[in-house]
């Protein structure tokens, strides 16, 4: 005969019936699983957890007015960087101490200090709920602990991060102000070296070659506007040598006494002339009259020395020659022009030479103009930037300084740690609740499995069903006075379980609420 399980419809009474026949065994598991819970859950370590919330304060008044003057050190991914300076080994160190771990006799070994210093690390959670907040939480089996240790992190971490922050400010002062020594030492060469190529080549300065040329162009200039002065004083020596070829030297050839006979005639005409209009005592006409005296007496007296001269030289003639004047004047004119030439000829040469020497300088100045041009490019480039690492060693001194005092990137505690009354995580009560469920569901499980898929017919639709016939008649099961009391028996004791069970869960839960802390 093929055997066919239950339809769920016909396992309502049989489950009855197994639970009847089974109650003792029900009630005995849901007994051990509960208790067993309940031991699991008062024995289960207690976590009490401690958390503290961190503030960081980016900007205030004194980040505003030195805007553009001081860099204030920022934060970015604050929790991964809070892992990094809490988890070191510096700071877990210090966790140590103040959890009293290495208090412990024997002192704990460095390989007992690693695992435990991995404990710490692992029941310790730093998270960041908002961009300017760092939440830090600790949990222990001891609550102080707990609280202590939570709060020494939160300090731990605001030390180093402040210290690392003045480490960092001043790294970067240091940094610049070394890259600001040696800048300074390579301007100083680049200006020793512009000077000393100066000082070797005098020509070799700013704006050289425009001078030189300027330079240049004027001394040609003068050097045309001599020859053409040149070429005017020659045309005009020729003129005059021409002139002074066609004129006679002397134009006459006079005595003594008619010289003075022409003077006295000149003389008488003047008085004459004065007596018309003034009489014999006005000064000019005595003036004349005295000159006409002394020329008489002059005549007389060159009379004189002709009688003794012929007396002595019969044959001498006393004449006087009389240059010509225009002759004279261009004579003078001729000498003039000469002079002239010559000194234009001089300044013809001076200025060709001027010439020649600012040609040759214009050529070193051109040559030098690389190697200047060089130098004075590495100077500009090395004081460019030393000023500029100046202006930011200032910057950087700033920063270091508002980061001394605190004023820049802050922490501050906004929820302080406090003392745990209560523990966190699964609790006696979660275990108790777990505990009674689970007695309760896994035999009434168990028992329905092995109703479902029990091979056996327990019921007359079942044997038709399986033997597909119909079942004439069915005899009920027959308790006897035997089974009856057994029963009775089952029934007392699953009470008796559930009672103790109850029991144990009540003052389980008065122990834990009055007895212990």
Not at 404 to 410: A, D, E, V
Request: hydrophobic share 40%; glycine share 6%.
């Amino acid at each position: 005969m093929a055997t066919s399980l239950a339809p769920l419809g016909e396992l309502a009474p049989i489950l009855l019936t197994e639970a009847r026949r089974r109650m003792l065994t029900l009630g005995t598991l849901f007994a051990l699983i509960a208790l067993a819970a309940l031991v699991i859950g008062a024995t289960w370590p207690k976590r009490y957890e401690s958390s503290t919330t961190i503030l960081v304060q980016e900007s205030n008044i004194v980040t505003g007015l030195m805007e553009g003057r001081a860099v204030a050190t920022t934060v970015a991914d604050r929790a991964s960087i809070a892992r990094e300076v809490i988890f070191s080994r510096k700071v877990m160190g210090e966790i140590l101490d103040v959890g009293g771990w290495m208090a412990r006799q024997p002192p704990p070994s460095p390989v007992e200090q690693d695992r435990m210093i991995e404990s710490i690390t692992n029941r310790t959670k730093i998270t960041s709920p908002r961009d300017n907040l760092i939440e830090i939480s600790y949990a222990d089996g001891d609550p102080a602990r707990s609280y202590r240790v939570t709060q020494r992190l939160a300090e731990s971490f605001i030390q180093e991060s402040l210290a690392a922050k003045e480490r960092e400010s001043r790294n970067a002062f240091d940094f610049i102000n070394g890259q600001v020594e040696a800048y300074h030492k390579k301007l100083t060469d680049a200006e020793d070296k512009l000077k000393a190529y100066r000082e070797a080549n005098v020509d070799a300065r700013p704006g050289g070659e425009a001078d030189s040329n300027a330079r240049i162009a004027q001394l040609r200039s003068q050097v045309e506007q001599a020859r053409m002065e040149m070429m005017e004083q020659s045309s005009r020596e020729g003129a005059l040598v021409a002139q002074v070829s066609g004129e006679s030297e002397i134009t006459a050839v006079q005595t003594r006494d008619g010289q003075i006979r022409a003077q006295l005639a000149e003389l008488q005409g003047q008085l004459d002339k004065l007596l018309l209009t003034y009489t014999d005592d006005y000064p000019d006409v005595v003036r004349i009259r005295h000159q006409m005296q002394d020329l008489q007496e002059a005549l007389k007296r060159n009379e004189a020395q002709k009688s003794t001269a012929k007396a002595a030289n019969p044959s001498s003639i006393d004449n006087t020659v009389q240059y010509n004047p225009l002759y004279t004047e261009l004579r003078s004119k001729l000498n003039e022009v000469r002079r002239n030439h010559g000194a234009t000829a001089s300044r013809l040469a001076a200025s060709q030479t001027m010439l020649n020497d600012e040609l040759e300088r214009s050529k070193r100045i051109a040559s030098s103009e690389n190697a200047l041009s060089e130098l004075t490019r590495d100077y500009e480039v090395n004081r460019d930037i030393y000023q500029d690492l100046l202006k930011r060693r200032e910057n950087a001194r700033v920063s270091m300084d508002l980061d001394q005092k605190q004023q820049g990137l802050t922490f501050r505690i906004q929820e302080p740690a406090v003392m745990p009354l209560r523990p966190s995580g699964l609790r006696m009560m979660h275990f108790a609740m777990a505990g009674l469920g689970l007695g309760i569901v896994l035999p009434l499980g168990l028992l329905f499995g092995y109703a479902r898929f029990d091979p056996r017919a327990r019921s007359a639709a079942q044997i038709e069903r399986m033997a597909g016939v119909p079942v004439l008649a069915t005899i009920p099961v027959y308790a006897t006075p035997g089974d009856r009391r057994r029963n009775f028996v089952h029934g007392t004791l699953l009470l008796a379980i559930i009672a103790a069970v109850g029991i144990a869960y009540v003052m389980m839960y008065w122990v834990r609420m009055e007895v212990l802390p």
